[in-house]
């Protein structure tokens, strides 16, 4: 017999049957074709969940890089993309790899995103010896864990935290600072390097907030920091975060101009936040199609590429994607086909690579480490270089 | 002090946006006995339609809202001829997947159509914020809060003073009686779902302007929106009220003064001493 009591006991458990549900789903990969001369490279990469913006920009750089691959280069052998979701969740992430690699026979994998994803897979490829190519995972521990098939097409956290906590010591004078971070392997990596350097250049930590992912209620941060005595508030925010957060930190009054961001995607500030809000707040990214000053020929044939495609300027994580297919499409070439070894070793022979961020190898890191570049918002919403740092 | 009352506002003006989000789960199981896991889906839709009047119809907010209300409530209603009719006298373990299913399957809809990036909705009011005294408000969400109250009186008034209310009363009362009595049930039933639809739609319209609109916040609308009713009582307008200002109010001074970021785990931990202590929630009935 139904009862009230009843109802609620079910529907609590249907909650937490959707929770679990959540966290338990599984991607879409096609088979790979097999075909002599065709090599399957798997992708993961969260297509959908919080960061399911970020995957599309991200593949969307991808497969610019490796449609060109295979229109322009005669007698490589021809790159196909199988993709999975990991949904931004580790365990989704480790299914996706174990796809890729038991069934799909892939010769090596691009992604994931999330750092903790990327800590779940990397251990698995580095034993069955599959090169993984990731773009995004910045978390440093990543890179320590010293793993023979782990690259990255981008910078660490390491790099970006120091370079932007240099800037805004140096140029701008932050001295007391407040770190408002995504409760992710990401964002407390950040704010963990970013505070040891801050403290390091004498500067001392004004607040340190962290609030999780999906969250776009910033009210009582906002009111939080209203009474705190601060210099400079350092962001570590991503997607439809930012927007929120920058916007309802400046209603409270807190001025963008003591507001920095790391790698945030400025026409998402701009359309989502306003240009009222976010004019005068700094951020730092290795990537600007905005000016030429800053653009080279590969990143200008880029960005007409993808503005062709996709009716919109790339951001920095289609540019990531974009790297990470031309790593993988000149170690197929120089391997000459899909063994996963060979590719290893085409990547370890670190050629250099013409780039969105020009002419680029890899460190001894297995990484990349682009100039980094210093923006603020204007008026009208536009960002400009205001400031190139690097590690030289 | 005024740090204070500067967090008890904005955890009445984030209380009065879960009351606004959970009032459509509040009627539709008071009345039909379902739970719909397609509410919060329902409630992005909202601010999709709304968006998707504004931006590629160039219609101005109100007619996009009125629009979206509209839109999500017959969407809503459709359902019920179309997919929950067929549940009926079926436990309630069926409506939840079938709807947690749907859900899904909407969710992939709107990004095939819309993408993934977030949007914003932009608000109609030309400040941004309201001052009151020393506190301020969001003019967006002080909007919402009105929205939520007027929604509330209509919906209690609707349902007290008119035929309609009246036959709704009584099919949530007792269906076979109601059936008996010459209440068309088929019929009544599609226009809950289209009132809860509607309701779950305009809290999304007046809702969203204030942050982003993105797919991926359905689920965790849907959970706050259950955790306030399952807290408030089942099917209870005034539980759901009740429930909503409390949870807003609570999760406000701890993530202000306590821990940040910890909304669903104090919204969970509410239902657990709800579910342990009072089962029927604060304000539900013992059946």
């Given amino acids: ?392 | 002090m005024i740090e204070l009352a500067q967090q008890l506002l904005n955890g009445v003006v984030t209380g009065a946006g879960f009351v606004l989000m959970a009032l459509g789960v509040t009627i539709l199981f008071g009345v039909l006995k379902v739970i719909n896991f397609a509410h919060g889906i329902l409630y992005v839709l909202g601010g999709y339609i709304a968006f998707a009047f504004m931006s590629s119809a160039g219609l101005a907010y109100w007619p996009s809202l009125a629009l979206s209300i509209l839109l999500t409530g017959c969407f809503s209603a459709l359902l019920y001829p179309i997919l929950l009719r067929w549940l009926s006298g079926r436990d309630l373990g069926a409506s939840m997947i079938l709807t947690f299913g749907l859900a899904m399957i909407i969710e992939e809809v709107i990004r095939f159509i819309w993408g993934a990036a977030p949007y914003s909705i932009p608000s109609p009011l030309t400040a941004n914020t309201v001052q009151l005294g020393p506190v301020y408000v969001n003019a967006q969400l002080a909007f919402a809060v009105m929205g939520s109250a007027v929604l509330v009186g209509l919906l209690i008034l609707a349902l007290n003073k008119t035929r309609l209310g009246l036959q709704i009363r009584a099919l949530a009362e007792d269906q076979t009686m109601a059936e008996m009595l010459g209440v068309r049930v088929g019929l009544l039933s599609s226009v809950t779902w289209g009132i809860g639809g509607a309701l779950t739609g305009a809290a999304g319209a007046l809702i969203i302007p204030a942050y982003t609109l993105e797919s991926t916040s359905a689920f965790h609308t849907a959970i706050m929106a259950f955790a306030v009713v399952i807290v408030g009582g089942l099917g209870s307008i005034w539980g759901t009220v009740v429930a909503g200002l409390s949870l807003g109010i609570v999760t406000a001074l701890v993530d202000g003064y306590v821990l940040s970021g910890m909304n669903e785990v104090i919204a969970f931990t509410l239902l657990l001493l709800i579910l342990l202590f009072k089962p029927q929630g604060l304000l539900g009935r013992v059946a």
């Avoid at chain 1, 995607?265 to 800053?294: H, K, R, V």
Wanted: hydrophobic share 40%; glycine share 10%; with cysteine.
């Fill in chain 1, 1 to 392: 017999m139904w009862t009230r009591a009843r109802g609620t006991q079910l529907v609590a458990a249907a909650a937490g049957l959707a929770i679990t549900a959540s966290a338990c789903g599984g991607g879409g990969g096609t088979a790979a074709e097999g075909a002599e001369g065709v090599v399957s490279i798997g992708v993961i990469y969260p297509m959908s969940g919080p960061n399911a913006f970020v995957a599309e920009e991200m593949l969307n750089g991808l497969q610019i890089a490796i449609d060109e691959h295979n229109e322009t280069s005669a007698g490589a052998p021809e790159i196909k993309l199988l993709i999975e979701d990991d949904q931004s969740t580790a365990n989704t992430g480790v299914s996706a790899f174990q796809k890729l690699v038991d069934r799909d026979q892939v010769s090596a994998i691009v992604g994931p995103f999330n750092s903790d994803v990327a800590a779940a897979v990397a251990p698995l490829a580095e034993t069955e010896g599959v090169p993984l190519i990731a773009t995004g995972a910045t978390a440093t521990h990543l890179i320590e864990a010293d793993r023979k098939t782990f690259y990255r097409a981008n910078s660490g956290n390491g790099l970006q935290a120091v370079l932007t906590m240099q800037y805004v010591t140096e140029e701008l004078g932050w001295e007391r600072v407040g770190f408002i971070y995504q409760e992710t392997d990401w964002g407390e990596d950040l704010r963990n390097i970013s505070r040891t350097e801050l403290e390091e250049r004498g500067g001392t930590v004004a607040f340190d907030i962290a609030y999780p992912p999906g969250t776009t209620n910033f009210m009582t941060t906002a009111t939080k920091i209203g009474g705190q005595d601060y210099d400079g508030i350092v962001v570590a925010a991503l997607g439809g975060e930012a927007a929120p957060l920058v916007r309802q930190l400046t209603q409270a009054g807190v001025e963008a101009e003591r507001i920095a961001g790391y790698s945030i995607d400025p026409d998402q500030m701009l359309e989502n936040a306003g240009a009222e809000a976010i004019a005068g707040m700094y951020m730092s990214t290795p990537f600007d199609p905005w000016n030429d000053e800053f653009t080279n020929e590969v990143s200008k044939a880029f960005i007409e590429e993808y503005e062709g495609r996709h009716n919109s300027k790339p951001t920095l994580y289609a540019a990531q994607g974009n790297l990470a297919g031309k790593l993988i499409a000149q170690a197929v070439t120089i391997a000459g086909g899909g063994d996963r070894q060979a590719i290893m070793d085409a990547l370890d022979e670190n050629r250099p690579i013409e780039s969105v961020y020009g002419k680029i190898t890899l460190t001894e890191n297995q990484d990349v480490e682009p100039p980094l570049l210093i923006q603020q918002f204007q008026a009208d919403g536009t960002p400009v270089t205001i400031g190139r740092v690097s590690e030289d």
